[in-house]
């Protein structure tokens, strides 16, 4: 007779002893298990895992598990696994973001040599589909319980799907709020409002030089950009799902706000630092506007930083056709050339991910995301999380254009440089970065999704 210890008590169990370093892993190599029953519940929902047998039979097996952010996030669950089955050893390889997509591929043709596990960024599919394994969980189940999974679906099958919701929201340092005398009576709801709270955040010396920036958008130009322009109805691509319209009055109305913010209401400047998450990390910036990963990199490299967060504003106080779009953070692939024991491994470890709710609440309460499993949408220990607080009450009115090709994000960026800093004009940067963006949409597998939508229009 098995223990019947609730999945809490199991999760619990799990998790205080997933505090073990690489060192630790190194150190359980070449164990073999012998011990089928565990002792575990079985948990999750539509998706189940039963801890209870052997993986690669208790025979020793080492996986590598590629990423590029969140490190102490993705040890824990490996460490919760590694805890399970003490034969297996996942060792965790954090690859800068810079060159991780130049690196992965060629790793991935090396077979068993190349990481078994490896995290995805669903603008680089078409980079990766062709090294990655199907998930051997039943479609229908893994739909039911992350009802996303559905717009991932090839050829009746999920490569990968997404963990967590994710999108933009700001953040404000609120030392700097309260020395500007600002209350939360003064979070701001319009561009108006903030452009005005922006002012007041924002500090020159005698000499007119600026010594704090009331909001810095350096180096999230594109990120801001990038569904702005659902705010002024316009979508990011054409009725078919083909065409970017990233020159698109939308567009050019979400850029010509963003450049008045510097240089005509002179609340940032596009040489105050070149980025503005480490702007804000030293108090430099009291304001910026960056995606829900930010929270753990606060948690993680800056605890003692308090701060707040609002949704983005909007042009007037009526409901707008979109706030801003979302993104999913997707599941790790599993390569389709690693050797057999390795890809069992890893397709066992995949459906644990999948159905332990402890890891999916730890990923989005500290990762700051949306929970993708729906049962979790309501879990106590989100409700108060910053992403949920901030965005969740209008989460309805977000839009997922779908998994975007890298080629709008590197395009956009461009653009913002040529018009900030190059002198270019907004049209002519625009035109040109629509124009690339095109050709490259035109030779990818990409439609977008926004038809989607509920309030979907053209």
């Not at 011990?35 to 895992?49: A, I, S």
């Not at 850029?255 to 609340?267: A, Q, R």
């Not at 800056?302 to 707008?320: A, N, S, V």
Request: net charge negative; charged share 20%; hydrophobic share 35%.
């Amino acid at each position: 007779m098995k223990k019947m210890l609730t999945l809490c008590l199991t999760a619990a169990m799990i998790f205080s002893l997933a505090g073990c370093s690489q060192q630790n892993n190194r150190e359980t190599a070449g164990i073999t298990d012998t011990q089928e029953d565990k002792g575990l519940d079985v948990m999750g929902n539509h998706v189940t895992y039963d801890p209870n047998h052997l993986v690669n039979n208790g025979n020793p097996v080492s996986i590598d598990w590629w990423i590029w952010s969140s490190e102490e996030l993705f040890q824990n669950i490996a460490d919760a696994y590694e805890e399970i089955h003490p034969n297996v050893t996942i060792n965790l390889i954090n690859n800068p973001w810079d060159g991780y997509f130049t690196k992965l591929p060629l790793s991935l043709q090396k077979g068993a040599d190349g990481p078994t596990l490896f995290n995805i960024h669903n603008s680089y599919e078409n980079l990766l589909m062709n090294y990655i394994e199907p998930y051997e969980i039943d479609t229908q189940q893994l739909i039911a319980d992350y009802p996303s999974a559905a717009s991932h679906l090839k050829d009746g099958k999920i490569y990968y799907t997404d963990y967590g919701l994710s999108t933009g929201m700001v953040y404000y340092n609120k030392r700097l709020w309260e020395q500007a005398k600002l209350t939360d009576q003064d979070i701001p709801v319009t561009w108006k409002e903030f452009i005005e709270i922006a002012e007041k955040l924002t500090v020159f010396d005698k000499n007119g030089a600026m010594t704090q920036a009331g909001f810095n958008y350096n180096n999230q130009f594109q990120a801001i950009a990038l569904g702005l322009n659902y705010q002024f109805g316009e979508n990011l691509f054409t009725e078919d799902g083909k065409v970017s319209q990233t020159a698109g009055k939308g567009m050019t109305q979400a850029v010509s706000l963003l450049t008045d913010l510097y240089e005509s209401y002179h609340v940032g400047d596009k040489d105050f630092g070149t980025d503005c998450e480490q702007s804000f990390f030293q108090e430099q910036s009291a304001m910026v506007f960056v995606w829900g990963f930010f929270v753990d990199k606060l948690k993680t490299n800056y605890p003692d930083l308090e701060y707040g967060t609002f949704e983005i504003p909007t042009p007037d106080r009526k409901t707008p056709y979109a706030y801003y779009r979302y993104n999913g953070e997707s599941t790790p692939g599993i390569n389709k050339n690693a050797s057999s024991e390795q890809k069992e491994t890893a397709q066992d470890f995949m459906r644990f991910f999948f159905a332990n709710d402890e890891i999916q609440i730890m990923l989005s309460r500290d990762g700051g995301l949306i929970p993708a499993k729906s049962a979790l949408m309501d879990s106590e220990e989100l409700r108060d999380t910053p992403l949920v607080r901030t965005v969740g009450p209008h989460i309805d009115r977000y839009i997922w254009p779908g998994s975007m090709p890298s080629t709008l994000e590197n395009n956009i960026k461009i653009a913002g440089e040529d018009i900030l800093y190059n002198g270019k004009s907004m049209e002519k940067a625009l035109k040109n970065a629509a124009k690339i963006i095109d050709v490259d949409l035109a030779n990818a597998d990409f439609t977008a999704s926004e038809s989607l939508y509920e309030f979907y229009h053209q």
